[in-house]
């Protein structure tokens, strides 16, 4: 290397048939030398845009997880206690509290735009029940309750209904089912909205329900009692 007129050059193993040494200035060499690790044979092995994102990614959760175990008592270990003690609070309070409840502003009718009969939603009930489906199956025996209960004028028919407003009402005037009622209202919401699965007992309940309020006598109210006297 040496420095002519003020401009740096880099002397390079390169000789003329004189054997007398070539000095090429600094930028064309850099130049050059950008230009040829550039081609693709120097490359072949580079990670590839994805491998660096994921490298970078997990570089980050590394850094992260290595600060919260030097803040988390008991370092890493204590980290992981911490975090399965967060877990199993959650699924207890989900287990316990069960699928959030609907806002009655966006909850949908308990029956849909083709009004049937108590007996023909039971009928439905126990074909999807024969058949092992048994969302359907709690649908419709739940249908068949509400149904059930406006023939027999124990409720009001009214569009837009939810099933939890007709247990709600049913509950006032059959007390001793009042219980049953919003367990299977809670049961209907949780496989219609909640996107829970239902078995064969969530079924029979429904159906024990349905049979127990065929049987069953409401309860008059003080004024009814007073005007029958």
Avoid: C
């Amino acid at each position: 290397m040496s420095t002519t007129g003020g401009v740096m050059t880099v002397r390079l193993p390169i000789r003329t048939s004189d054997d007398v040494p070539v000095d090429t200035p600094r930028i064309p060499a850099r130049e050059a030398a950008e230009r040829e690790l550039s081609k693709p044979m120097y490359h072949e092995n580079d990670p590839s845009l994805l491998q660096r994102a994921l490298d970078r990614f997990w570089d980050w959760v590394g850094g992260l997880f290595d600060s919260a175990s030097g803040a988390a008592p008991g370092g890493p270990l204590g980290l992981v206690v911490i975090v399965l003690l967060v877990i199993g609070l959650v699924a207890a309070l989900w287990w316990r509290l069960g699928t959030p409840r609907r806002t009655p502003g966006s909850a949908d009718s308990l029956f849909d735009d083709s009004p049937r009969s108590a007996s023909e939603h039971r009928a439905a009930a126990e074909d999807h029940a024969a058949a092992g489906r048994w969302n359907q199956a709690v649908q419709e025996r739940m249908r068949a309750i509400v149904r059930a209960l406006e023939e027999r004028a124990l409720l009001d028919p009214r569009p837009g209904r939810t099933a939890d407003e007709a247990a709600a009402e049913a509950g006032r005037s059959l007390p001793g089912h009042a219980d049953g009622l919003r367990a299977s209202a809670r049961e209907f919401d949780d496989v219609t909205y909640g996107g829970r699965t239902a078995d064969r007992q969530a079924y029979l309940r429904l159906r024990d329900l349905d049979l127990e309020l065929e049987r069953a006598k409401p309860q008059l109210s003080d004024a009814a009692q007073g005007a029958g006297q």
